[in-house]
């Protein structure tokens, strides 16, 4: 079925920062062996694209100022170094085979239909716990600040680029143009809900970083007319999702 095909998109991902800090072999087993044999076989039938869903944050670790696709990386837990290392991996098959390359390195995503059984997804967290009368747990004290970026959003740059030429490769960040701390996230939520978040704080993780600003010129440079929905929006219709949902149980990917 893939001869019939120019372009695959690469979505796969079986952990997040948090739960690869302390089983590191499972991301090289689990995701980095997976992505390689793909690659083989992607190989063997001559595909022309790949469209690869990489990680802003843990690619490039604790920098300072807006971060932007050219920088030093310094990733700071496995999952980061994986997801680098299988970026890597796209620049050798693209000189070993030419199979062309679209890698977008994105940011925190929320939304309808996110799925955070793997402990992933602040918003959607706070969101649901909050709809089920749960308190909600904040690891540090709040002062993190991220890079939030709407699903349909991230559904909407991904799909541009299934009709733009497949002989050449780009990496963009891809990310809103709002950077917020998590207590500024906070905020904005108890703007929309109907009572107060029960919010409590918790020792930090040795996985978070305290500050990542992802810088989007790149993209928007190359698409100048794409919007980004505002924060407030997105955690609103969210928030009306989870609501007539009770749950989200629907999966996407993480990053």
């Given at each position: ?29 689990n ?8 690659l ?55 000189k ?59 559904v ?5 680029f ?46 978070d ?39 989200g ?7």
């Amino acid at each position: 079925k893939f001869k019939e095909i120019d372009i695959v998109y690469y979505l796969a991902s079986s952990s997040i920062p948090a739960s690869s800090y302390t089983k590191p072999i499972n991301d090289i087993e689990n995701n980095l062996i997976p992505f390689v044999n793909f690659l083989e076989a992607m190989s063997a039938i001559q595909l022309k694209k790949i469209i690869f869903s990489s990680s802003a944050g843990t690619i490039y670790g604790p920098l300072k100022g807006k971060i932007v696709e050219t920088v030093d990386k310094k990733p700071q837990s496995p999952h980061g170094i994986i997801k680098y290392t299988m970026e890597n991996y796209l620049l050798y098959y693209l000189k070993k085979s030419n199979i062309n390359h679209t890698i977008f390195r994105i940011s925190n995503i929320y939304g309808e239909c996110q799925d955070i059984s793997k402990g992933l997804g602040l918003i959607n967290t706070i969101l649901e716990n909050h709809i089920n009368q749960k308190k909600i747990e904040i690891f540090g004290d709040g002062s993190n600040v991220r890079n939030y970026i709407y699903i349909k959003d991230v559904v909407r740059a991904m799909s541009l680029f299934a009709s733009e030429k497949l002989s050449s490769s780009q990496t963009f960040n891809l990310s809103s143009s709002e950077n917020l701390s998590i207590n500024d996230v906070i905020k904005v939520i108890n703007t929309i809900v109907d009572r107060s978040l029960d919010v409590i704080f918790i020792d930090p993780r040795g996985s978070d970083l305290s500050r990542v600003e992802i810088d989007n010129t790149l993209f928007t440079k190359f698409y100048p007319n794409f919007s980004f929905t505002k924060i407030k929006e997105g955690i609103k219709r969210t928030f009306n999702h989870l609501k007539k949902q009770n749950k989200g149980l629907i999966i996407w990917f993480s990053t």
